[in-house]
């Protein structure tokens, strides 16, 4: 399962996470928030891209990340 970390524009409350699934949502301290974790193909990528754009949040970047460990053995390790 490939791995992706999403940045949107401004902060979002914990009441949203229950619309991104299985990712992680993290508000960062320049007030960004970064979704990170598993995205199963690319039609649940696009479905996302879809949720984001339909709420009206503000897309910053999206990227594909390669060498992160198995996230199904509960590793916090992201280097």
């Given at each position: 399962?490939?791995v992706y970390k999403i940045r949107?524009?401004?902060?979002?409350?914990?009441?949203?996470k229950h619309l991104f699934d299985?990712?992680?949502?993290?508000?960062?301290?320049?007030?960004?928030?970064?979704?990170?974790?598993?995205?199963?193909?690319?039609?649940?990528?696009?479905?996302?891209?879809?949720?984001?754009?339909?709420?009206?949040?503000?897309?910053?970047?999206?990227?594909?990340?390669?060498?992160?460990?198995?996230?199904?053995k509960g590793s916090n390790d992201?280097?």
């Open positions: 399962m490939d949107i524009k401004d902060h979002l409350e914990d009441y949203w299985e990712m992680t949502l993290v508000n960062l301290e320049n007030g960004e928030v970064e979704l990170f974790g598993p995205i199963e193909n690319q039609d649940k990528l696009f479905d996302l891209l879809t949720k984001i754009r339909d709420l009206n949040m503000t897309l910053i970047s999206i990227d594909h990340l390669e060498n992160v460990p198995d996230l199904e992201l280097e």
